[in-house]
């Protein structure tokens, strides 16, 4: 709102105007546009008056009084919550991206209760708060224990955050996936809802809130030390381990609480402080004050939102954890130009010198990792459950099994040899370890577009798909390269590709969940990959495509040599360095676009592959490429074998199995890494 | 209704008239099947398909999710012999495939897995369940079309003459003890907050109908047949019957108590709330049977002021 230079103001930095303006806007806005559709019924007046009496012979007075005003209370309730929760993990772990979503506290949360809607209803019944709590802690423990001898350095907190929330949240989609019928109304509570019906639940929960806020509010001041620096902290006599390890705890019990009342409202934790800091909060206490405030205002708008849309869609409900997605995803993409680039990812200033297994012969290894796609390939084929339990398939009678187990088998390995050799090419790229198809969105960006097309009825079978697909990766690595230029792709940057990603697909999955119906299961079984779909048409199709790909990218060994040795050296070398660029671009794109088809989007393979290939002891570009193709291969084999016979007759998407042995082997790869 | 089912009738024993010879063709919503002979080894791939079978006196040789058919639908009873060949959303292709069926019986929801299922067995698909669908009378199509298929003509219109008779009688009860008005919304609990309301495009809708009710909800569902909303959403609706369907959540009649959002509600005040045990809401053909007596017998009984 003002014009006033923060730079002009040597002494003390003064808050900006525009702070406590824009805040009380969004509030009073929200309110407003909330309370438009009573005032056809009840005066202004009296629908101020709503939040302490009503008219019992005015059913509307009655109805605002006990749907209207609570569902408001508890959103400014909650988002308060969530907003100095937010500003609390940031400032212990001094992260922008740090919130009680990016950590897995929700998804920890949401994981359960769901395990104790299933296998300890009595709980349920007792005390939900109990569940979440446990899941919530199971989830930031995790986190902890995985990053503790790294000292809780900051993006590897968020890494270890997001990859325990894919992990948990894998684990969710399977358990609704076999149990859907069982787990109805999960689907709903999932989803975030702050429908009320009466004033408990938000006197329930207000005392709750209100203890905690309070011991949140007496670690202020230790909190204003972690500000100097761990080691000046610890100096001047803060304990800085314990101190975290509180306020962690505090945030997770706050989270939990919330979670157990009215389900997953992801991102208002996220985007509150960011909000307040963006518009200038700077010291602790404005920007605990101002996040807090924040929040109420975030999810009141969010909540409305969410409240008219459910109208315009003749009342069938529209989530409010769909809306504060759909609000989250432009508010951290916003905080992208506000953000400093001091941040490294783990590996990333020790890279590659810190992290080098010793090299290994490459045919050794590739003959290795050969050896054991055959096996896996033998038994895939051979050895698997039937109707009159297990029974071993000879040789001769693999043409009939093959119609069944081939082509998913094959269509599986090639999807994660694509995802291999498209994730060494883009950590080549980005010159970072840790840059993924996943993480940073491109295999998101295939998806999203397909989800688009799904969701638009347009059905174009399996080319257009690969072609749409290809277009979206395209886009997203596009995007990425374009930020790159600006931030030289490193730090939060490069997480944010794949953080909105996620954003945005969970407003839709919410979405449909909410909705009910068999969409949401359709929708899930797609998004995690359904080889069992697969015809041998199209496995040979992806066959003819992989294999001229990888071709290709074998051509590219130069370039991909000279790429991270920088702009200047690289052209000096005679490389052209922009045609090089869009060369590898697009082959990448294609390649994650043809597995994202396959396998959904959330696989890990293209993480997890090239830096086994690493460990494995292959530095060079083209041994590196190889043995990813195979490793990916040979992951995404087991997925599939998996899938088929451990729920059998039931089966599970390949691509949420190799998300769970890709997130085990990230977490703990994560961990190990911290040792050396 | 009558004149509806016998045109229905007549045009579904066109279009399955045996074409010449033994082989006969029959035209669906996956393109056209021959068959030479009735098919002995059927699979069903959803509840709505194994319903059908079993009220034709066919058992199947193989389900899709079993256990769940026997805990939701639960009626007709499902012989516990039967083979379960995955879950209804990805069913193991290679266990249908050993069952070695002569006919597999789905829906469109199976769409991009047709093309497998026709090299195991012939496949009739049928949805009753799908965008702009009225699912009562494509229940029917589907009964009268599986048993022309099966050589069960006469079960099936046993059948329906039976539903139609049972409706007739119940239509007739309702009116005399004067229980047609006001109109009815169907609703079933999802937790404290959130109902699933049951739409004027649900199977439902034709028990209401037939019975000479009318719905209260005034706009239509997703294309099974419903809307999730937040509880309040009934207040949109006072002039109205609840009738509650099971399964309940536990606790529900004391928390709804304690709100006089709830005991203000004019159905509320009117001792207009109704409990009925479950049919399955996105069954066949029986489950308006099912409907119909019950809701019959609930509103004959007369309402209360909770779900109790």
């Known amino acids: 709102m003002s014009g006033e230079a923060p730079l002009a103001t040597p002494s003390r930095p003064k808050m900006p105007t525009r702070l406590p303006a824009a805040i009380i806007l969004l509030c009073l806005l929200a309110f407003f546009a909330s309370a438009l559709p009573w005032l056809q019924q009840l005066s202004p007046l009296q629908l101020?008056?709503?939040?302490?009496?009503?008219?019992?012979?005015?059913?509307?007075?009655?109805?605002?009084?006990?749907?209207?005003?609570?569902?408001?209370?508890?959103?400014?309730?909650?988002?308060?919550?969530?907003?100095?929760?937010?500003?609390?993990?940031?400032?212990?772990?001094?992260?922008?991206?740090?919130?009680?979503?990016?950590?897995?506290?929700?998804?920890?949360?949401?994981?359960?209760?769901?395990?104790?809607?299933?296998?300890?209803?009595?709980?349920?019944?007792?005390?939900?708060?109990?569940?979440?709590?446990?899941?919530?802690?199971?989830?930031?423990?995790?986190?902890?224990?995985?990053?503790?001898?790294?000292?809780?350095?900051?993006?590897?907190?968020?890494?270890?955050?997001?990859?325990?929330?894919?992990?948990?949240?894998?684990?969710?989609?399977?358990?609704?996936?076999?149990?859907?019928?069982?787990l109805g109304n999960l689907f709903i509570w999932g989803a975030g809802s702050l429908a009320q019906n009466n004033w408990s639940p938000f006197f329930d929960l207000l005392p709750k809130v209100l203890i905690i806020a309070t011991l949140m509010l007496t670690l202020v001041r230790p909190l204003q030390l972690l500000q100097l620096g761990q080691t000046s902290a610890s100096a001047l006599g803060a304990k800085v381990s314990l101190l975290r390890a509180t306020s962690l705890f505090?945030?997770?019990?706050?989270?939990?609480?919330?979670?157990?009342?009215?389900?997953?409202?992801?991102?208002?934790?996220?985007?509150?402080?960011?909000?307040?800091?963006?518009?200038?909060?700077?010291?602790?206490?404005?920007?605990?004050?101002?996040?807090?405030?924040?929040?109420?205002?975030?999810?009141?708008?969010?909540?409305?939102?969410?409240?008219w849309t459910t109208l315009l869609s003749d009342g069938s409900l529209v989530p409010t954890g769909t809306s504060t997605a759909l609000i989250g995803g432009p508010i951290i993409l916003l905080a992208l130009q506000g953000f400093r680039n001091d941040h490294h990812m783990p590996g990333h200033d020790a890279s590659p010198t810190g992290f080098l297994p010793p090299r290994r012969n490459p045919f050794q290894i590739a003959g290795l990792l050969s050896a054991l796609l055959a096996i896996t390939i033998v038994l895939s084929m051979s050895w698997s459950p039937g109707l009159e339990g297990w029974n071993w398939t000879p040789l001769t009678q693999w043409t009939d099994a093959w119609v069944w187990r081939g082509p998913r088998l094959m269509a599986a390995i090639l999807a994660g040899m694509a995802l291999g050799m498209a994730g060494?090419?883009?950590?080549?790229?980005?010159?970072?370890?840790?840059?993924?198809?996943?993480?940073?969105?491109?295999?998101?960006?295939?998806?999203?577009?397909?989800?688009?097309?799904?969701?638009?009825?347009?059905?174009?079978?399996?080319?257009?798909?690969?072609?749409?697909?290809?277009?979206?990766?395209?886009?997203?690595?596009?995007?990425?390269?374009?930020?790159?230029?600006?931030?030289?792709?490193?730090?939060?940057?490069?997480?944010?590709?794949?953080?909105?990603?996620?954003?945005?697909?969970?407003a839709g999955l919410r979405l449909a969940m909410a909705t009910g119906g068999t969409v949401a299961s359709k929708l899930l079984n797609w998004m995690y990959g359904s080889t069992w779909l697969i015809s041998e048409i199209e496995a040979f199709s992806l066959l003819?495509?992989?294999?001229?790909?990888?071709?290709?990218?074998?051509?590219?060994?130069?370039?991909?040599?000279?790429?991270?040795?920088?702009?200047?050296?690289?052209?000096?070398?005679?490389?052209?360095?922009?045609?090089?660029?869009?060369?590898?671009?697009?082959?990448?794109?294609?390649?994650?676009?043809?597995?994202?088809?396959?396998?959904?989007?959330?696989?890990?393979?293209?993480?997890?592959?090239?830096?086994?290939?690493?460990?494995?002891?292959?530095?060079?570009?083209?041994?590196?490429?190889?043995?990813?193709?195979?490793?990916?291969?040979?992951?995404?084999?087991?997925?599939?074998?998996?899938?088929?016979?451990?729920?059998?007759?039931?089966?599970?998407?390949?691509?949420?199995?190799?998300?769970?042995?890709?997130?085990?082997?990230?977490?703990?790869?994560?961990?190990?890494?911290?040792?050396? | 209704m009558s004149i509806n089912l016998k045109t229905l009738l007549l045009g579904s024993l066109f279009l399955a008239l045996p074409a010449f010879g033994m082989s006969q063709s029959w035209t669906h919503e996956g393109g056209t099947l021959n068959l030479d002979a009735p098919p002995k080894r059927i699979v069903a791939l959803n509840w709505a398909a194994t319903e059908t079978l079993l009220l034709l006196g066919i058992t199947p040789v193989g389900v899709a999710d079993k256990t769940g058919y026997s805990a939701w639908v639960k009626e007709p009873e499902l012989p516990a012999n039967v083979a379960n060949v995955g879950t209804r959303v990805a069913p193991s292709l290679e266990t249908i495939a050993e069952l070695k069926p002569d006919l597999i019986v789905t829906s469109t929801e199976m769409a991009p897995a047709h093309e497998l299922l026709e090299r195991i067995a012939p496949t009739y698909v049928i949805s009753v369940y799908k965008p702009d669908s009225r699912p009562?009378?494509?229940?029917?199509?589907?009964?009268?079309?599986?048993?022309?298929?099966?050589?069960?003509?006469?079960?099936?219109?046993?059948?329906?003459?039976?539903?139609?008779?049972?409706?007739?009688?119940?239509?007739?009860?309702?009116?005399?003890?004067?229980?047609?008005?006001?109109?009815?919304?169907?609703?079933?609990?999802?937790?404290?907050?959130?109902?699933?309301?049951?739409?004027?495009?649900?199977?439902?809708?034709?028990?209401?109908?037939?019975?000479?009710?009318?719905?209260?909800?005034?706009?239509?569902?997703?294309?099974?047949?419903?809307?999730?909303?937040?509880?309040?959403?009934?207040?949109?609706?006072?002039?109205?019957?609840?009738?509650?369907?099971?399964?309940?959540?536990?606790?529900?009649?004391?928390?709804?108590?304690?709100?006089?959002?709830?005991?203000?509600?004019?159905?509320?005040?009117?001792?207009?709330?109704?409990?009925?045990?479950?049919?399955?809401?996105?069954?066949?053909?029986?489950?308006?049977?099912?409907?119909?007596?019950?809701?019959?017998?609930?509103?004959?009984?007369?309402?209360?002021?909770?779900?109790?």
């Open chain 1, 48 to 182: 101020v008056s709503i939040f302490w009496s009503y008219d019992g012979d005015e059913y509307a007075s009655v109805l605002a009084h006990f749907s209207w005003a609570p569902r408001i209370s508890m959103a400014l309730l909650i988002g308060c919550a969530l907003g100095l929760s937010g500003a609390i993990t940031q400032q212990i772990l001094g992260n922008p991206l740090a919130s009680p979503t990016t950590l897995g506290v929700e998804s920890g949360g949401q994981f359960g209760i769901t395990m104790a809607t299933l296998f300890a209803p009595g709980l349920l019944a007792l005390s939900p708060d109990i569940a979440a709590v446990a899941g919530g802690l199971l989830a930031i423990g995790l986190v902890i224990l995985l990053t503790w001898r790294l000292g809780f350095s900051p993006v590897t907190v968020i890494l270890a955050g997001l990859v325990v929330t894919f992990f948990l949240g894998a684990i969710n989609m399977a358990l609704l996936l076999i149990k859907g019928e069982w």
């Open chain 1, 250 to 307: 505090l945030v997770v019990a706050m989270t939990s609480v919330v979670v157990s009342r009215v389900g997953v409202v992801a991102f208002v934790g996220l985007a509150a402080p960011v909000l307040a800091r963006l518009l200038g909060a700077r010291t602790l206490t404005e920007r605990l004050f101002w996040s807090t405030l924040a929040g109420a205002g975030i999810l009141l708008a969010a909540d409305t939102l969410a409240y």
């Open chain 1, 424 to 506: 060494t090419l883009i950590q080549r790229m980005t010159g970072n370890p840790m840059g993924s198809p996943e993480l940073l969105g491109i295999s998101g960006g295939a998806a999203l577009v397909m989800v688009a097309l799904a969701l638009a009825g347009l059905d174009l079978g399996r080319a257009g798909q690969l072609a749409a697909a290809t277009l979206g990766a395209c886009g997203a690595l596009g995007l990425l390269l374009l930020l790159a230029r600006k931030h030289r792709f490193s730090g939060n940057q490069l997480l944010l590709g794949g953080l909105a990603l996620y954003v945005f697909m969970d």
């Open chain 1, 544 to 676: 003819a495509l992989v294999v001229s790909l990888g071709g290709v990218t074998l051509l590219t060994l130069r370039p991909l040599t000279l790429l991270p040795l920088g702009e200047t050296s690289a052209s000096a070398l005679g490389l052209q360095v922009p045609r090089a660029r869009l060369l590898l671009l697009l082959l990448a794109a294609a390649l994650t676009a043809a597995s994202t088809v396959v396998i959904g989007p959330l696989s890990f393979v293209g993480l997890i592959a090239p830096h086994l290939a690493r460990v494995l002891g292959q530095q060079t570009v083209g041994k590196q490429l190889i043995a990813a193709a195979l490793a990916g291969g040979l992951l995404l084999a087991i997925a599939d074998y998996l899938a088929r016979l451990l729920v059998y007759p039931n089966q599970l998407p390949a691509g949420l199995l190799a998300a769970l042995v890709g997130g085990l082997y990230f977490l703990w790869g994560l961990g190990r890494h911290g040792k050396n």
């Open chain 2, 136 to 308: 009562f009378d494509k229940a029917r199509e589907m009964l009268l079309v599986l048993g022309a298929m099966l050589d069960r003509e006469a079960k099936a219109k046993a059948v329906l003459t039976d539903i139609e008779q049972t409706l007739k009688q119940k239509r007739d009860l309702l009116k005399q003890a004067n229980q047609t008005d006001p109109a009815i919304a169907l609703i079933s609990f999802q937790d404290n907050r959130h109902v699933r309301i049951y739409t004027k495009n649900s199977l439902y809708q034709a028990a209401l109908d037939s019975l000479g009710l009318t719905n209260a909800w005034p706009t239509l569902g997703n294309y099974w047949g419903f809307t999730s909303t937040g509880l309040e959403a009934v207040a949109q609706i006072p002039n109205s019957r609840l009738v509650v369907i099971e399964p309940l959540v536990p606790g529900l009649a004391d928390s709804l108590e304690e709100s006089p959002f709830w005991t203000y509600l004019p159905p509320v005040r009117n001792q207009q709330i109704y409990r009925i045990p479950s049919a399955w809401s996105f069954g066949g053909v029986h489950q308006i049977k099912i409907l119909a007596e019950t809701l019959t017998d609930a509103l004959l009984k007369g309402g209360s002021n909770n779900v109790r």
